[in-house]
Every structure is written in C-alpha cells, then in structure tokens.
C-alpha cells in the first residue's frame, strides 16, 4: 500500500471507527481521605461506607442527574391518589452478584430487617409510617402506609439487601460487613483497610455492564500525599481542597490531562456542641460562640471564597430554605455580654473565663484528612480566645473519630459536616428520639416544639405545608444554636481527562459512573 492511501486509510478509519466497541476496559482510581466502616448500607453512618456501598447495591428508586426519583431496581411505580399506597413493580432481570435471583422476597426481607429491634440502624424512623409491605408476587411489591409520608418514596432509595444470605443470620456478625453482595454494577474484590477497597465491573448488571473494569477507592489521609499521588499519575479522581483548585491546578500539566469541576454540594459544615456537657447547657454561651466567630473569614481564608455562609441545616438555594432566621453576625462584644449574663467572668485577671470555679476551657474534636475542618478550627480558636474562651483542637483518624468519640459522645465540641440529601426531612438528626448512641442527633438536641414540626413536614405531601413547618423549624435552631452553621461549601472535583461520558448536573458528576468510558488508545490499566 502506497504511503498516500495509507494515510487516507488512517483517517477514514479514525472517522468510521464505532465510538464505543473499544471502549471496555481501565479502571478508575479515586483518592479519600477516609476508609469505609462497614459494608452493609442499613449498618452504615459515614459517607466513606455509603459511597463503596452505593457501587455495590440498588435500591426500588434512585435519583437522576436531574434529581429526580426514577426507577432503579423497579422499573415503574405507582402512588394512590391518597398518597397511603406505593406500588413498585420490580425488575425480573436482576441477579445478586453470586448469581441468585433478586425477587420481591429481598425487598420485604430488607424492610423486616430494618425495623428490628436488634438492627442498629440509623434510618428506622423512615419507615415508621409504613402498616405494611407485602408481596403481590415475585416481582410486585405494595407498601401501605398509616398514614401520609411525605419522604416516602426517597425512603426506598436505601439499598436492598440479600435474603438468602442474611436470613436468620446474626447482621451484626455478617460476612457482608467486609465483603458485601448486591445487585449494583460493580462487584466487590477486596478490602485492605486502611489502604483501599477495589471493585470490579459487574459481568451480569442488569443495566450494562459498566464499561470500566475496575473501581479502586483508596485512603490516603493527608489531602498533600493524595495530591502529589494524582501529579504522579496514580490516582484519577479526588476532591480538591480550595488552594488546590485555585493556584495549584492552572498549569499546563494539569489543562492538558484533568478537568475540574465546582458545583453546589447538598452537605454543610457545623461546629456542634455536646448539649449534655454543663459549658454548653445554656443558649446564651452558644450564642456568644456564634456571635465571636467570623464566618465570613473563615470563609474567605479557608475556601477562598468558594461556598456561602450557612444559617441552618439546608442549602440556600433549595425551596425550603428560610432566608429570615436570625443571624449571628461576627459581634465579639456582644458575644462577651452575653458571656457575662451566662454567668463567666475573668476573675483571676488571666484572660480566661470562670464560672463556679472552671475555667471556660474546651477541646474541638476533627477527623484526620480534612484541612478545612482543622483550619477553621484555628481561626475559631482564636477568635473564642478573643472573648475568653480557651480553645484545645484534636485531630482523630477517622474510624476511631466516629465509633469511639462521635458515636459515644465523647466529645465537647465537634466541626463535622452533613450530607443533606434532597429531600428536607432532618427526622434522623434533630429528633428527640434520635438521642441514642450510634444514632445521628448524637448532640442530644432535645426541643419537642421540633419534635412537632418535624413530624408535621413529613406527614403532608402539602408543599406549603411542608414548607412552613421547615421554616419554623429553621427559626428555632437559629434561636437554639446546637450547632454554629458555619458554611455550606463548593464541591470542587478533578478528574482525569482520558474519562469520557462525564456529564456535570445538578447530582454532580458521578451519578452516571457505570456509563464512563475510556477510549481505547487512552487506557491505562
């Protein structure tokens, strides 16, 4: 072949080429700063489990990138125009990834599971509306509920879980604690903790194979290490912390090979108060603390100005978000007044506060990994320090930070951030009765005005209702301050460019994971 016809043999073959029979194959090495606890989603508290699990597992509905509730392991669904019945008519191609078949009898094992007392699940108070869920058939299922819930439907996004593993099986004890079985795209392979967990494409998913081989989740606690590990090439997708994406990613190196991404994120960051501790009993003390902290600086130091101030538990955007709750804006002379009235003053002279014979000294509990979390607890150490309040901070990894301090309340004070999905219900972290431990109000807020509200705004499908019940709700932790709302932050993501088919929506940019690609010619694994 003559060297001009093989040239215009390239090209035509480059133009015809399919765009996706080549594109099987690679893996996608992602880098956290935080392993997983365990495997089973029901058990699970943190985002590190629910992220592995969310790769692993399928629930009756999931969100699409539009946000809205679509099918997942039902292909359809139906609500009685009273709003007390769903019915969810399953899929019957689905298989568990060890080859058994999915059927309704996993959807009612998952629920019966759920709402036994000796689950320790944080996500009960989800279906306490529901009367029943019984099957029609192998693959219908109706759920009845005693009365009108308005999370209803996003509450069957939880993932099913395997009858015939669990069954009459201790959960707690569970081989799929570390080595989970869905139904989801990727299959589980192993899990070095502390180092990384691997998946691998799911053969038999009933959506398509993804076209990646593989999911590589790696922990790497310092966001430094992780950064210097996606310069080297060694992993392809991380969150960014705002230096990073401001002044350390615009090389050339980088515009060549990754794309970045900003988007509002559903998750805020808090400095919560442990409310059975004796400093903290008193609303007039966690006011001050809010008056003598500059969100706007913390802001602007630690994101760079990328996310807005937080007033309350949503972001500010969303339709239930009340813009006219008081605020704490920074006022370090109010803050002592305050102080004062509390009943602290600096009687020795010292520049600490007193109060029946304690100084007015506390400890701030951050988990390890997340400088944006420890920076902001320096610069309200100093601010406090300002008004009399000594501030100690202690960085804990992890695991240890959630199942021995947060979990046992063994803590003062805690900057921690929430995840706070799409729907508005906070039943899980603000109720009362959600005080237990390993339960989510792990604060001990109890209000029973809050109580109320919260369990009117998810028994009304009423928008306006709903939304004046939120409203209020909003108002009184304002006025309460269990927590100072510091900031809803930006979701700021890199990713390789050698990944195709990744798409930013409102749900960000992996709701869609299965579907990646990479070409051929780009593979690196």
Same mark, same amino acid.
């Given at each position: 072949?003559?060297?001009?016809?093989?040239?215009?043999? $390239?090209?035509?073959?480059?133009?015809?080429?399919?765009?996706?029979? %080549?594109?099987?194959?690679?893996?996608?090495?992602?880098?956290?700063?935080?392993?997983?606890?365990?495997?089973?989603?029901?058990?699970?508290?943190?985002? /590190?489990?629910?992220?592995?699990?969310?790769?692993?597992?399928?629930?009756?509905?999931?969100?699409?990138?539009?946000?809205?509730?679509?099918?997942?392991? /039902?292909?359809?669904?139906?609500?009685? !125009?009273?709003?007390?019945?769903?019915?969810?008519?399953?899929?019957?191609?689905?298989?568990?990834?060890?080859?058994?078949?999915?059927? /309704?009898?996993?959807?009612? %094992?998952?629920?019966?599971?759920?709402?036994?007392?000796?689950?320790?699940?944080?996500?009960?108070?989800?279906?306490?509306?529901?009367?029943?869920?019984?099957?029609?058939?192998?693959?219908?299922?109706?759920?009845?509920?005693?009365?009108?819930?308005?999370?209803?439907?996003? +509450?069957?996004?939880?993932?099913?879980?395997?009858?015939?593993?669990?069954?009459?099986?201790?959960? $707690?004890?569970?081989?799929?604690?570390?080595?989970?079985?869905?139904?989801?795209?990727?299959?589980?392979?192993?899990?070095?903790?502390?180092?990384?967990?691997?998946?691998?494409?799911?053969?038999?998913?009933?959506?398509?194979?993804?076209?990646?081989?593989?999911?590589?989740?790696?922990?790497?606690?310092?966001?430094?290490?992780?950064?210097?590990?996606?310069?080297?090439?060694?992993?392809?997708?991380?969150?960014?912390?705002?230096?990073?994406?401001?002044?350390?990613?615009?090389?050339?190196?980088?515009?060549?090979?990754? #794309?970045?991404?900003?988007?509002?994120?559903?998750?805020?960051?808090?400095?919560?108060?442990?409310?059975?501790? !004796?400093?903290?009993?008193?609303?007039?003390?966690?006011?001050?603390? +809010?008056?003598?902290?500059?969100?706007?600086?913390?802001?602007?130091?630690?994101?760079?100005? $990328?996310?807005?101030?937080?007033?309350?538990?949503?972001? !500010?955007?969303?339709?239930?978000?009340?813009?006219?709750?008081?605020?704490?804006?920074?006022?370090?002379?109010?803050?002592?007044?305050?102080?004062?009235?509390?009943?602290?003053?600096?009687?020795?002279?010292?520049?600490?506060?007193?109060?029946?014979?304690?100084?007015?000294?506390?400890?701030?509990?951050?988990?390890?990994?997340?400088?944006? #979390?420890?920076?902001?607890?320096?610069?309200?150490?100093?601010?406090?320090?300002?008004?009399?309040?000594?501030?100690?901070?202690?960085?804990?990894?992890?695991?240890?930070?959630?199942?021995?301090?947060?979990?046992?309340? #063994?803590?003062?004070?805690?900057?921690?951030?929430?995840?706070?999905?799409?729907?508005?219900?906070?039943?899980?972290?603000?109720?009362?009765?959600?005080?237990?431990?390993?339960?989510?109000?792990?604060?001990?807020?109890?209000?029973?005005?809050?109580?109320?509200?919260?369990?009117?705004?998810?028994?009304?499908?009423?928008?306006?209702?709903?939304?004046?019940?939120?409203?209020?709700?909003?108002?009184?932790?304002?006025?309460?301050?269990?927590?100072?709302?510091?900031?809803?932050?930006?979701?700021?993501?890199?990713?390789?460019?050698? %990944?195709?088919?990744?798409?930013?929506?409102? /749900?960000?940019?992996?709701?869609?994971?299965?579907?990646?690609?990479?070409?051929?010619?780009?593979?690196?694994?």
């Amino acid at each position: 072949m003559e060297r001009r016809e093989f040239l215009k043999f $390239l090209v035509l073959s480059a133009i015809f080429r399919p765009k996706k029979i %080549f594109c099987f194959g690679d893996k996608l090495v992602t880098g956290s700063i935080g392993d997983a606890s365990n495997l089973i989603p029901i058990l699970a508290t943190d985002s /590190a489990s629910h992220e592995i699990a969310s790769l692993i597992y399928n629930g009756l509905l999931k969100y699409d990138k539009n946000l809205n509730l679509v099918g997942d392991l /039902a292909e359809k669904f139906e609500v009685s !125009p009273d709003n007390l019945k769903i019915k969810f008519h399953l899929r019957k191609n689905v298989l568990w990834q060890d080859g058994k078949n999915f059927s /309704a009898d996993d959807v009612v %094992f998952t629920y019966n599971l759920i709402m036994d007392p000796n689950t320790p699940t944080a996500y009960r108070s989800d279906y306490d509306y529901v009367k029943s869920v019984k099957k029609i058939d192998n693959y219908t299922i109706e759920v009845i509920y005693k009365r009108p819930f308005a999370p209803a439907l996003s +509450s069957w996004t939880v993932s099913i879980l395997p009858k015939h593993l669990l069954y009459k099986k201790n959960i $707690l004890t569970s081989p799929l604690r570390t080595h989970p079985i869905g139904t989801g795209p990727f299959k589980f392979k192993k899990w070095e903790v502390g180092q990384k967990i691997e998946l691998t494409a799911n053969e038999k998913y009933f959506d398509g194979r993804p076209y990646l081989d593989g999911y590589i989740y790696r922990v790497i606690p310092d966001p430094t290490t992780m950064f210097l590990e996606l310069k080297a090439g060694k992993i392809d997708l991380m969150g960014l912390t705002p230096i990073q994406y401001k002044r350390e990613t615009n090389s050339k190196f980088f515009k060549k090979n990754f #794309r970045k991404f900003c988007y509002p994120t559903f998750a805020y960051t808090y400095l919560g108060f442990n409310l059975l501790h !004796p400093f903290f009993k008193d609303k007039r003390v966690r006011q001050a603390i +809010s008056y003598a902290i500059n969100k706007k600086e913390i802001i602007n130091i630690v994101l760079l100005g $990328l996310g807005v101030e937080a007033t309350g538990p949503y972001r !500010p955007d969303m339709w239930y978000y009340n813009p006219n709750v008081k605020k704490y804006p920074y006022n370090p002379e109010k803050a002592k007044i305050l102080l004062r009235e509390a009943g602290w003053k600096d009687i020795d002279g010292d520049g600490i506060l007193e109060k029946d014979g304690k100084k007015f000294i506390f400890t701030i509990l951050t988990n390890q990994g997340n400088l944006n #979390r420890l920076k902001s607890a320096q610069i309200i150490q100093k601010r406090l320090e300002e008004v009399g309040i000594k501030v100690k901070i202690r960085v804990i990894e992890w695991a240890s930070f959630i199942n021995e301090f947060i979990n046992k309340k #063994r803590f003062e004070a805690v900057i921690l951030g929430w995840s706070t999905g799409i729907d508005p219900d906070q039943y899980d972290i603000w109720h009362s009765s959600k005080t237990a431990e390993g339960e989510l109000n792990f604060i001990s807020f109890k209000n029973k005005e809050v109580d109320k509200l919260l369990e009117e705004g998810r028994s009304t499908f009423d928008i306006e209702k709903r939304k004046k019940a939120y409203f209020k709700f909003q108002e009184i932790l304002a006025e309460e301050q269990p927590y100072v709302f510091l900031y809803v932050p930006y979701s700021l993501v890199i990713l390789h460019k050698r %990944f195709k088919n990744v798409k930013k929506a409102p /749900a960000g940019i992996t709701y869609n994971i299965e579907k990646w690609y990479v070409p051929k010619y780009e593979q690196k694994y």
